[in-house]
């Protein structure tokens, strides 16, 4: 069975670099450009649930630890 995993965003420490959305190997995270936070930055949000793996790539890249992984338990 595949490792389950869950991406939590804030999306207040988000500054839409877009890293996360380049490294992730199952194309999970997109940028949310029909919205910004309070800095006026687009953020980056979790688009395709059943995908993520919990490999932790997008928070390894993100430079201001605004991604927290979450993995199920085998």
Do not use: F, W
Request: aromatic share 6%; with cysteine.
């Amino acid at each position: 069975m595949a490792r389950k995993g869950y991406v939590e965003i804030d999306t207040e420490g988000c500054k839409g670099c877009n890293l996360c959305v380049l490294h992730c190997p199952t194309d999970v995270l997109e940028l949310k450009t029909s919205d910004t936070n309070s800095y006026g930055l687009h953020y980056a949000v979790m688009v395709n649930e059943e995908a993520c793996n919990g490999c932790m790539n997008c928070s390894l890249v993100c430079p201001d630890a605004a991604i927290t992984v979450y993995r199920q338990a085998s």
